[in-house]
T-cell receptor, first 113, second 114 residues
C-alpha cells in the first residue's frame, strides 16, 4: 500500500504571496491532519478533516485554511505569507478516530523570503 | 489541555547500551499515547502507541514503552542501541474524544556513539 504523499516537497515563496500544499492519504483513510514543524515552536496541530468536514482546528490565524475532497485528498492554503510561516508542513492520515494510528507524509518544506 | 513533557532534549548513548527516553503526560484520564521517530529531512514514523489494551507496548525496531499511571509516564526504551537509532524522538498524546489532534512533546535528539 502506498504511503502518504505530499506535494510539492520544497517550495520557496515571497512574503505576501499565497501557497497551496497537497496531501494524498493512504488508500481507505478518511482522516487527514496537518501539522507545522518549526525549530522554535516544535510540532503544532493545524487542523483535521474527516469525510470532507473540518473536525478539529488548532490555534492558527485565519490565513491558514484547508479542505478535503471526496477522495480524501486534502489541501492546505496559506494566504499573505509571512517570514514566520517558513516551516516543514506535515500531513498525516488515519482510518478514523484517535485509537487509530496516524501515518505521516514526508512533508513540504516551505521557505518564505 | 493535554500535554506531554520530554525530559532531556539531547541524549547520548554508546552503541549496545540501553536507550531510555522519558515522557510524562498530564491527564486525569488515561489518554492515547504515541512515540514517533523522525530522521533528518523526513516525516514522522510511528514507533508504538498505547490505547489501554496493555501497559507494556512493543513497537518496531526493538523499541518498547511502559505506561505507568501512578507516575503519569510513558518512557521509551530499547535494550541495545544501534547506530541507525540516531534520530529525533517525539512523544505525543491524544485526549480521549479529541479526534486526531496530536499534541507533541518538544522532542529528544538521540545520539549513538561508537
Amino acid at each position: 500500500k502506498a504511503g502518504v504523499t505530499q506535494t510539492p516537497r520544497y517550495l520557496i515563496k515571497t512574503r505576501g504571496q499565497q501557497v497551496t500544499l497537497s496531501c494524498s492519504p493512504i488508500s481507505g483513510h478518511r482522516s487527514v491532519s496537518w501539522y507545522q514543524q518549526t525549530p522554535g515552536q516544535g510540532l503544532q496541530f493545524l487542523f483535521e478533516y474527516f469525510s470532507e468536514t473540518q473536525r478539529n482546528k488548532g490555534n492558527f490565524p485565519g490565513r491558514f485554511s484547508g479542505r478535503q475532497f471526496s477522495n480524501s485528498r486534502s489541501e492546505m492554503n496559506v494566504s499573505t505569507l509571512e517570514l514566520g510561516d517558513s516551516a516543514l508542513y506535515l500531513c498525516a492520515s488515519s482510518l478514523g478516530t484517535e485509537a487509530y494510528e496516524q501515518y505521516f507524509g514526508p512533508g513540504t518544506r516551505l521557505t518564505v523570503t | 489541555a493535554q500535554s506531554v513533557t520530554q525530559l532531556g532534549s539531547h541524549v547520548s548513548v554508546s552503541e549496545g547500551a540501553l536507550v531510555l527516553l522519558r515522557c510524562n503526560y498530564s491527564s486525569s484520564v488515561p489518554p492515547y499515547l504515541f512515540w514517533y521517530v523522525q530522521y533528518p529531512n523526513q516525516g514522522l514514523q510511528l514507533l508504538l502507541k498505547y490505547t489501554s489494551a496493555a501497559t507494556l507496548v512493543k513497537g518496531i525496531n526493538g523499541f518498547e514503552a511502559e505506561f505507568k499511571k501512578s507516575e503519569t509516564s510513558f518512557h521509551l526504551t530499547k535494550p541495545s542501541a544501534h547506530m541507525s537509532d540516531a534520530a529525533e524522538y517525539f512523544c505525543a498524546v491524544i485526549a480521549t474524544g479529541g479526534g486526531n489532534k496530536l499534541t507533541f512533546g518538544t522532542g529528544t535528539q538521540l545520539k549513538v556513539e561508537l
